[in-house]
T-cell receptor
Framework: DTGVSQDPRHKITKRGQNVTFRCDPI?????LYWYRQTLGQGPEFLTY????????KSRLLSDRFSAERPKGSFSTLEIQRTEQGDSAMYLC??????????FGPGTRLTVL | QKEVEQDPGPLSVPEGAIVSLNCTYS??????FMWYRQYSRKGPELLMY????GNKEDGRFTAQVDKSSKYISLFIRDSQPSDSATYLC??????????FGTGTRLTVIP
């Protein structure tokens, strides 16, 4: 399977704990995106990488959120001191030279 | 004002019906227009991608763009129960991030 993969698919955590999600993009894609989607809403942009450089951050990405893409391949998204409002689906997408973005299956986070 | 507005529905139609899904957008600078399909608890799947005004057809799906009215549509002919999903319109922003509509939830009843 050469699509975008995400791990884990589901994460349940207690408020105040830290969580980390991983995204593996399509191998030849140099752009990688993180989005957040809450129930009944479309995905909302969080941040964007071109290779290993983080080029854009949304105002939705508070100080508790950090994303990395150390070697320009996979990426991680960490949320520190989780809050109940962080409960959402976290989606990763990648694209190459065209604008079509291909999404992974998402990581569903539940903060108790 | 949001960049993209979409009627959230829900929309229920009988099998075989023609479905019309619509979005409006505010920024005339948008050049690319996309439709994604999202099944429950899955990631969005790219369905259609259009660049210019006019129609683009792919099987039972037709994407229509009217730049003068800032209006985009997705038509589904001969709808099937397997088309039951949430349909999201999306427009690329300055960093190539996508602005999504809220999605329209479609149910096709056998």
């Amino acid at each position: 399977d050469t699509g975008v993969s995400q791990d884990p698919r589901h994460k349940i955590t207690k408020r105040g704990q830290n969580v980390t999600f991983r995204c593996d993009p399509i191998s030849e894609h140099n752009r990688l995106y993180w989005y957040r989607q809450t129930l009944g809403q479309g995905p909302e942009f969080l941040t964007y990488f071109q290779n290993e450089a983080q080029l854009e951050k949304s105002r939705l990405l508070s100080d508790r959120f950090s994303a990395e893409r150390p070697k320009g391949s996979f990426s991680t998204l960490e949320i520190q001191r989780t809050e109940q409002g962080d409960s959402a689906m976290y989606l990763c997408a990648s694209n190459g030279i065209y604008n079509e973005q291909f999404f992974g299956p998402g990581t569903r986070l539940t903060v108790l | 004002q949001k960049e993209v507005e979409q009627d959230p529905g829900p929309l229920s139609v009988p099998e075989g019906a023609i479905v019309s899904l619509n979005c409006t957008y505010s920024n005339s600078a948008f050049q690319y227009f996309m439709w994604y399909r999202q099944y429950s608890r899955k990631g969005p799947e790219l369905l259609m991608y259009t660049y210019s005004s006019g129609n683009k057809e792919d099987g039972r799906f037709t994407a229509q763009v009217d730049k003068s009215s800032k209006y985009i549509s997705l038509f589904i002919r001969d709808s099937q129960p397997s088309d039951s999903a949430t349909y999201l319109c999306a427009l690329p922003g300055g960093a190539n991030n996508l602005f999504f509509g809220t999605g329209t939830r479609l149910t096709v009843i056998p």
